[in-house]
């Protein structure tokens, strides 16, 4: 081996690489998905050229692939100075400030890059994103069906655009796009789910189930796939199966505080309330912040008699953007029971016309505090109750729902369904008879005198079903040939109290079935609650499904047979209605049939009928 000269060196370092050399080992990374080496190799290359534009425009992509939103913005923005018309640059300026929240600024960003590219799918995409993001429900669904105008085999725009459409509560032209987008990618499971939900929220529940296996066929671990499934099953009141398909998902992570408040929903939908309980608690500490699993639990609390820990959490009704009842505030303060000398009180309705009454059963509670105390309380129902509760609660003010707003001379208000948890926290606060409402003497007497005149016997009001007549609810309401057991009896004639449009469904009875359903000529039951309260007070007895007319019934103390599930909440933990001392409540275990409710009833009218 030759000897080494003196005074020399060996260089071994490598050459350095050229910016081109860099952008080229960036894009390599790039394409592999390593973003971060990536974001190096074109960092290298623009200290060689700073304004080296294709080094920007990838490390602007990179960086937004890191999740490097307000580094990303900068690096496009240095890019679009060098050169303004790169859709592409445009496009991930827009993402950028699309994820850091600037919706307006993202906007114009995405609207430019479809300036310069008239057919850029990706920006229309991200586009339609962002107006749903910034509250722009028509003009992001807009923008989508532009989408599968433009990009007609995009099975994500089809996706999208059926999201959009739900949210919206387009269902049926939701179901369309998101069948649309399995047809174009029949492998992707989003679809499938959302697709099931759709069909959930639509009354559609055996289509559902059928999606959701086939979501978990192609993805076992789906959780989504599993709740939608145990979601449909509930609504197909197969209890057991739903129980199963909530405890799978716990066993999967028994961290999941929704898996936990569902199987609650099974639990108590079997009368399991104090199972039922435990799984709602379970929820909460598991996610304390959530108001639905509040709202869960309180009525559980009520259905088991804690009235005073359910009333309290009944509060949690106000939550979030899904919450049942939204909150309101008419005057300077809540209401809490402060003293109301001196003071006005502003009592607002909420939910519908059953609650409404039901609730108007404490108003008498809180005007004779106001009497003595020297206050001042107003009233607000809906428009159609007005005339009954002005003759009903004299010393208050009724108003319409709506006709007040905020008002600086109103010193408190509170919603009429926080009332029980002031008034009403155990059942020796809840009067002994019925009868707070007062419908016309007079017109009670010419209803009267106008159904004695259809014959003789015991006159018996009729309500079969509600109006919302959803899978979940239907198991709890009947036909109306199903009482075809009082049909032909001498001593009962039958009156309809059902308030939507019947006429062909009693046409149809009263013609195959030999009966003889009478209607009251000339009222209208659906708006005319005043009337219809005179002709409930006017019935010997009144049969009614779990609908408002129970709840008229109970509150201008007629004899009522009321029948729904068994463990009703508003029984709060008893086998009657506290609030409606004359009504006897029939309750139906979830996997009985509804005909034995109908059975006892039509027992109990007949043995009253043949005493008349």
């Not at 679009?80 to 300026?93: A, E, Q, R």
């Not at 039922?276 to 608690?281: F, L, N, P, Q």
């Not at 007895?541 to 019934?553: G, K, L, M």
Request: glycine fraction near 8%; hydrophobic fraction near 40%; proline fraction near 4%.
């Amino acid at each position: 081996m030759p000897a080494k000269l003196a005074g020399t060196t060996t260089n071994t370092a490598a050459p350095k690489k050229t910016a081109n050399e860099l952008i080229q080992k960036g894009m390599l990374a790039h394409r592999q998905g390593k973003f971060a080496d990536a974001s190096k190799a074109y960092e290298k290359a623009l200290k060689k050229a700073p304004k080296e534009l294709a080094a920007l425009n990838l490390l602007a992509d990179a960086q937004l692939n890191l999740g490097k939103n307000a580094r990303a913005l900068e690096t496009a923005h240095k890019a679009i100075g060098l050169k303004p018309d790169m859709p592409s640059t445009w496009m991930v300026k827009g993402s950028a400030q699309r994820r850091l929240g600037k919706y307006d600024d993202a906007i114009t960003s995405l609207e430019t890059a479809l300036e310069l590219k008239p057919d850029y799918a990706d920006a229309l995409m991200t586009l339609a994103g962002t107006l749903r993001d910034a509250g722009r429900l028509d003009a992001a669904i807009e923008a989508y069906e532009d989408l599968v105008e433009m990009a007609p085999e995009m099975a994500m725009a089809y996706y999208n655009l059926g999201n959009a459409l739900h949210a919206d509560g387009q269902g049926d032209e939701a179901v369309f796009a998101f069948e649309s987008a399995i047809e174009h990618d029949p492998s992707y499971v989003p679809s499938f789910i959302n697709l099931a939900g759709v069909l959930n929220s639509g009354d559609r529940a055996e289509e559902a189930l059928a999606l959701s296996d086939k979501a978990l066929e192609l993805l076992p671990s789906s959780r989504s796939a599993m709740i939608n499934r145990g979601n449909s099953l509930k609504t197909l009141v197969r209890f057991d199966e739903a129980e199963a398909q909530y405890r799978e998902l716990i066993a999967l992570n028994r961290s999941d505080a929704t898996a936990h408040d569902l199987l609650g929903t099974v639990l108590q939908g079997q009368a399991r309330i104090d199972e039922a309980i435990s799984e709602y608690r379970i929820a909460l500490d598991l996610d304390g912040k959530e108001g639905l699993y509040k709202g869960d639990l309180s009525i559980a609390l009520l259905a088991n008699g804690s009235l005073t820990e359910g009333w309290k959490l009944y509060e949690a009704r106000f939550g979030g953007g899904d919450a049942l009842v939204r909150q309101r505030r008419i005057g300077l303060n809540a209401w809490q029971g402060e003293s109301l000398a001196g003071k006005t009180l502003y009592i607002w309705r909420e939910q519908g016309v059953g609650d409404d009454v039901r609730f108007a059963s404490c108003f008498n509670d809180i005007i004779n505090r106001a009497k003595e105390e020297g206050g001042k309380v107003l009233i607000e129902t809906d428009p159609r109750l007005m005339t009954l509760y002005e003759r009903s609660f004299p010393f208050a003010e009724i108003r319409a729902e709506g006709d007040v707003q905020f008002d600086g001379d109103i010193d408190y208000d509170i919603a009429a369904g926080s009332l029980p948890g002031l008034v009403r926290t155990n059942l020796s606060e809840f009067p002994s008879t019925g009868g707070y409402l007062l419908p016309k003497p007079d017109q009670v007497a010419q209803l009267r005198a106008d159904i004695d005149a259809l014959g003789s016997g015991l006159k018996v009001g009729i309500a079969w079903r509600s109006r919302n007549m959803t899978a979940n609810r239907r198991r709890f309401y009947t036909e109306l040939e199903d009482w075809k057991d009082l049909f032909g009896n001498s001593n009962i004639q039958l009156i309809n109290l059902q308030y939507d449009t019947v006429d062909e469904e009693i046409n149809d009875v009263n013609s195959r079935l030999d009966a003889q359903i009478h209607q009251v000529a000339g009222l209208d039951l659906m708006n005319d609650l005043d009337g219809a309260a005179a002709l409930t007070t006017a019935m010997d007895v009144v049969i009614s499904a779990p609908v408002s007319v129970a709840d008229i019934a109970g509150a201008v103390g007629s004899r009522c047979f009321a029948y729904g599930p068994h463990r009703h909440p508003m029984c709060l933990g008893t086998d009657y209605l506290p609030w409606y001392p004359e009504t006897t409540w029939f309750g139906k275990a979830w996997n009985a049939p509804l005909q034995q409710s109908v059975d006892k009833i039509v027992q109990e009218v007949t043995q009253l009928a043949s005493t008349k």
